[in-house]
């Protein structure tokens, strides 16, 4: 049963332009909602995260958008850079279960000069 | 710190044998966890410790052990390997800080399993 459906599952954007990553899930007691970055031959490593009591989050050029009502959040890279080039993972747990994330399947994302 | 760190990077197996894939941390996180990512199926939770002494299963258990004598370390143990757990297995630590229950991950152990 896949909880947290994520897509697409590769996307190619431009330098500078902006690539946008979805994500639904369906338990609604999750309430923690972060995204992971993963280089080729590396382990994750956390990019962002979100908790319900917002809307959005920022942080440079990554935002983060939720939706409760909807069950979805995505992830927004403004001004794509070849560096960003990498899978990024959404993942979903709930509060004090930091150790039980679910994730989704994962986006490619390659940016092209 | 060296974070999480995870031996073998590498392993070829052969149906039917065991081996014990290593995880350290050195953060003194409570909870650390173990999972194996397969293409297009994402990671997905083999087992999980809250604490030494405690362990629970994840998603995906089946043919996997675990222990977690330490606060350091959380092994995971393969009794008689499979084709099917031919996998890249990640190990990963937590803490819970500013209200971010961020989860730090090991750099992988690629198995193959004949």
């Known amino acids: 049963q896949q909880q947290v459906k994520q897509s697409p599952q590769s996307l190619i954007v431009q330098k500078g332009g902006i690539s946008i990553i979805n994500c639904a899930y369906e338990?609604?007691?999750?309430?923690?909602f972060p995204w992971y970055q993963q280089f080729p031959g590396k382990g994750p490593a956390l990019l962002i995260a979100?908790?319900?009591?917002?809307s959005e989050k920022k942080e440079g050029r990554f935002t983060i958008s939720f939706n409760k009502s909807a069950k979805q959040f995505s992830l927004h890279i403004m001004d794509s850079q070849p560096g960003d080039s990498a899978t990024y993972f959404c993942?979903?747990?709930?509060?004090?279960?930091?150790?039980?994330?679910?994730f989704g399947t994962g986006t490619r994302l390659q940016v092209t000069l | 710190n060296a974070g999480v760190t995870q031996t073998p990077k590498f392993q070829v197996l052969k149906t039917g044998q065991s081996m014990t894939l290593q995880c350290a941390q050195d953060?003194?996180?409570?909870?650390m966890s173990w999972y194996r990512q397969d293409p297009g199926m994402g990671l997905r939770l083999i087992h999980y410790?809250?604490?030494?002494?405690?362990?629970d299963q994840g998603e995906v258990p089946n043919g996997y052990n675990v222990s977690r004598s330490t606060t350091e370390d959380f092994p995971l143990r393969l009794l008689s390997a499979a084709p099917s757990q031919t996998s890249v297995y990640f190990c990963?630590?937590?803490?819970?800080?500013?209200?971010?229950?961020?989860?730090?991950f090991g750099p992988g152990t690629r198995l193959t399993v004949l």
């Open positions: 990963a630590s937590s803490y819970r800080a500013s209200g971010i229950d961020e989860q730090f």
């Open positions: 338990n609604t007691a999750f309430d923690y």
């Open positions: 979100i908790r319900p009591d917002v």
């Open positions: 993942a979903a747990s709930r509060t004090g279960t930091a150790s039980k994330l679910t």
């Open positions: 953060m003194n996180h409570e909870y």
């Open positions: 410790s809250v604490g030494a002494g405690i362990t």
